[in-house]
């Protein structure tokens, strides 16, 4: 199993001690980069996905790393409405 492959796991279980670097890496291997809007964004950052037209808006969390629940579950429903990522099915 790759870094990748582990780190999408990882994802998919919704831990609560997920980070926002782990979020940033997700996003990267999934063909992301972030951007922000220059000075003024505050935390705001910016996922784009060029290739496939795609794009998220979060906040850095602050002062922890740790990204909030509710958070988790709309990257995740963002992730999964897209295609880019596929739920197994829990037997």
Known sequence: ????????????LQPKDFSFNELT?????LGFYID????????RVIFINEEKVLSYS????????????YVMRQVLDFLLDNDLLIKEEEE
């Open 58 to 69: 979060v906040h850095k969390p602050h002062p922890s790393n740790i990204i909030k629940m």
């Open 36 to 43: 922000t809007k220059g000075k003024t964004s505050g935390s």
């Open 25 to 29: 890496r997700l996003f990267n291997t």
């Open 1 to 12: 199993m790759t870094k990748k492959d582990k780190l999408i796991e990882r994802f998919l």
